[in-house]
């Protein structure tokens, strides 16, 4: 999943670097004829994707290209991880439940324990610690599910507000970069007292650069986000329905 979404940032970043060079292509053609293309103009179609991107990625600047493509790799290390322990937490609700009465009903509660100590998931722990407060009632045993339960949630949201970060970082950096690019394109006006398209293109498509790509990488991110929170909201109704069956199947079993 990370080579796909990285081959994903490179194709939308390598379509924006084209479509740019397209629009300065049609423009020209506009003004002059084909038979005074330059020389330099030529190679620049030949470039690879990963020669146009490398390209691209540095006229940007690498002071704030830099820090954007530090937000899409930290974010992405923190959102691989979450799915990664997202998907290790999610448990067959029906089939546990199915196995803690099957164990109450044959060997009793150290038995229903034992198969929540061999099961993965914060299904499970919960399971356990209800069935650890069982001697002390089903009112005991219901405070431990919930209190339990809001530790599990906190585990499971872990580390995400920092995906939420990155993916306002990333935008407003390129906005900056943007800012500071016509800056200095207005510099270059004033201390040349004129209006020349070529003082002021380099400040224009360094902010325009900055911007596409800060853009790339909130959209990027917001996927995995998104991705994260509703898998975090699956397992938290899994873990509210699993905390009614348990005390029913602990009601039950007291009768």
Not at 53 to 61: D, P, S, T, V
Request: charged share 15%; glycine share 8%; aromatic share 6%.
């Amino acid at each position: 999943m990370k080579r796909l979404f990285s081959i994903l940032a490179i194709t939308l970043m390598v379509a924006f670097g084209t479509a740019n060079a397209t629009t300065i292509a049609n423009t020209s053609t506009a003004v002059t004829t084909v038979t005074t293309m330059t020389q330099d103009e030529a190679p620049a179609a030949e470039l690879s994707f990963h020669q146009n991107l490398k390209k691209r990625f540095i006229e940007g600047g690498a002071g704030f290209m830099g820090i954007v493509l530090l937000c899409l790799i930290l974010g992405l290390a923190i959102a691989i991880e979450r799915i990664i322990f997202l998907n290790l937490s999610t448990t067959n609700t029906k089939k546990l439940a199915q196995s803690v009465e099957d164990a109450l009903s044959s060997g009793g509660i150290e038995a229903a324990k034992e198969v929540c100590r061999n099961t993965k998931g914060p299904i499970a722990s919960i399971y356990y610690q209800g069935l650890d407060r069982t001697d002390e009632g089903i009112e005991a045993a219901e405070k431990a599910v919930v209190a339990y339960g809001g530790v599990q949630m906190g585990q499971l949201e872990k580390n995400v507000s920092w995906i939420s970060l990155f993916i306002a970082l990333a935008p407003m950096l390129g906005f900056m970069g943007t800012v500071i690019g016509m800056i200095q394109a207005f510099d270059k006006i004033e201390a040349a007292g004129d209006m020349q398209p070529s003082l002021v293109a380099g400040g224009i498509k360094v902010a325009l650069l900055t911007t596409v790509f800060g853009l790339v990488v909130a959209i990027i991110l917001q996927i995995f986000y998104n991705y994260i929170i509703a898998k975090i909201d699956s397992i938290v109704n899994d873990m509210e329905d699993a905390s009614i069956t348990l005390m029913d199947l602990l009601i039950k079993h007291k009768k």
